[in-house]
């Protein structure tokens, strides 16, 4: 057969089946068999898996990149800086560029992330935004990529106009809303409203939801009795904050009848809505993120200010119940997907997580001026593969599934996400387990820009010895030897997942 590529002798693993002793022939960056021994003519390059593990490319839908704006310390931009392809004053940029942030995707086997367009409060159109965001990954990516919009200004043009061209002209399928943070939160009627337009256009609908009053009302009153370490982040943002507003989000999505994503869910008592609307069949899916599985809530108290490093939202939670919680989520289904939240901010930089420390109360600082968020692109799938499935904790399908095989079919990436003819040639080749030596990961191992991982120290079983994306190998044992223009943009279409159901609460109809 003429096939590009022949990966021989892995075992295959989708999020269904698992075939040992499999080959799969690779033409044109694409898939065109998989099975055993499949005959290849001369010339065609061939790689020998081993018998190890072999798995679809990680889809990872949550990935913060050249986002130069902070909006969790109140970094209030009112309109987007047009960029025209570069990042406003680099020297104090403390994030992942997208060549940095998917040079570190491929280190770590993702193989396509998906991005945020951010429009500001005061911008009145999103097309101007999405261009700009296209020009900023335009050849700097090592991987597929795409976008999704972030909503803060859902004016009637925007969500009546605008919208059908994002989905049209744009191939963008989700946007994204924050119930928190003052420049980016909308109201129950705004949601509403971006609701209304996105259940006609089949767009899904993401949502951090976390009570914006309450956090507000802890932080000012933990600041009056002088507690502002970082721990008491945690302490401002207690589970009931991300369950009530969990809880009424799925309200607002019934009555309109349209499907959500509720993005990096931390504790067990906002999973638990999230499965009763489920067992209800409603259209609901959930999200959550690897420092909900493996950290707790003692990473924010380190000394040296050392806490700050693990500051995100929601914050990692105190109650091992909850990261138990977040686990049985994944193992019964309540979690359609595990994505990185990748939306890191240097540790040692005056514009990074030492904000916290220039408004006094030192040496503790103040919770309320760090950055929030942590790296994580590249140690999502690793720590997924080593301490779920090595472990014991997860089968390797159910690894493919959240990974890789749900993000896709949720966003509408048609050709990504599995090993089956038809499908991108994006595979995840693993070390056979007999040959590995494990190892305790520190950050000078990884590829991002970030000067501290919240992950180090942790033991890793195993780790992707190739990453292959459409038929081109572009990460090799330890050392990434793709191009960066080597990344294209996916257009996608309408989520592959169940949708609005027509069913109502009231006599209204959309």
């Not at 509403?192 to 976390?210: C, F, P």
């Not at 489920?278 to 990473?299: K, N, V």
């Not at 994944?330 to 240097?346: C, E, L, R």
């Amino acid at each position: 057969m003429d096939f590009d590529l022949v990966v021989r002798n892995g075992t295959v693993v989708t999020a269904s089946d698992i075939w040992e002793s499999c080959d799969i022939g690779v033409k044109d960056g694409t898939i065109v068999a998989v099975g055993p021994r499949l005959p290849a003519a001369p010339g065609a390059e061939e790689i020998d898996a081993e018998g190890a593990f072999i798995t679809p490319g990680g889809v990872d839908a949550h990935v913060h990149l050249s986002q130069f704006y902070d909006a969790t310390v109140g970094m209030d931009i009112e309109r987007s800086i047009v960029t025209n392809g570069a990042i406003p004053d680099p020297e104090n940029f403390v994030g992942d560029t997208y060549d940095t942030g998917t040079r570190s995707a491929v280190a770590g086997g993702t193989t396509t992330v998906i991005t945020f367009a951010s429009q500001m409060k005061k911008d009145e159109s999103i097309i101007a935004v999405i261009e700009d965001y296209h020009k900023l990954a335009k050849d700097q990516s090592y991987c597929d990529y795409a976008f999704h919009v972030i909503i803060t200004n859902p004016t009637p043009q925007i969500v009546e106009d605008e919208f059908p061209r994002m989905v049209d002209e744009y191939g963008i399928t989700s946007v994204k809303l924050f119930m928190t943070y003052k420049p980016m939160k909308l109201l129950d009627y705004q949601i509403l409203d971006v609701m209304y337009s996105a259940r006609k256009l089949g767009i899904t609908t993401m949502v951090h939801a976390e009570n914006a009053d309450i956090i507000d009302w802890m932080t000012q009153h933990l600041e009056e009795k002088l507690m502002t370490q970082p721990y008491h982040h945690g302490t401002s943002r207690p589970p009931i904050v991300e369950a009530e507003a969990t809880n009424r989000v799925i309200c607002l999505a019934e009555l309109m009848d349209t499907p959500i994503l509720l993005v990096h869910i931390s504790g067990g008592a906002a999973s638990k809505h999230i499965r009763d609307a489920q067992t209800r069949l409603l259209p609901i899916y959930g999200e959550t993120c690897p420092q909900y599985m493996f950290l707790l809530a003692d990473s924010m108290r380190k000394g040296d200010f050392e806490g700050a490093k693990c500051i995100c939202s929601p914050p990692i939670r105190e109650d091992k119940a909850d990261q138990d919680a977040m686990w049985a989520g994944v193992k019964n289904g309540t979690f359609t997907i595990v994505s990185s939240d990748h939306a890191p901010s240097k540790f040692n930089h005056p514009n990074g997580k030492q904000l916290g420390l220039s408004d006094g109360n030192l040496p503790h600082g103040k919770f309320r001026l760090i950055p929030n968020g942590l790296p994580g692109v590249e140690t999502r799938v690793p720590l997924l593969f080593s301490g779920g499935v090595l472990s014991g904790r997860i089968s390797p399908q159910k690894f493919v599934e959240v990974t890789s095989t749900n993000p896709a079919k949720l966003y509408g990436l048609k050709k990504k996400g599995s090993i089956a003819p038809g499908f991108d040639a994006d595979l995840v080749i693993w070390y056979p387990q007999a040959k590995f030596q494990s190892f305790t990961l520190t950050n000078e191992m990884l590829h991002h820009a970030i000067d501290y991982t919240p992950f180090e120290g942790i033991e890793f079983k195993n780790w992707p010895r190739y990453t292959i994306i459409r038929g081109k190998v572009v990460f090799s044992h330890g050392e990434v030897v793709g191009k960066m223009e080597y990344g294209q943009y996916i257009r996608r279409e309408k989520s592959l997942l169940a949708g609005p159901r027509d069913v109502w609460l009231s006599e209204w109809r959309p």
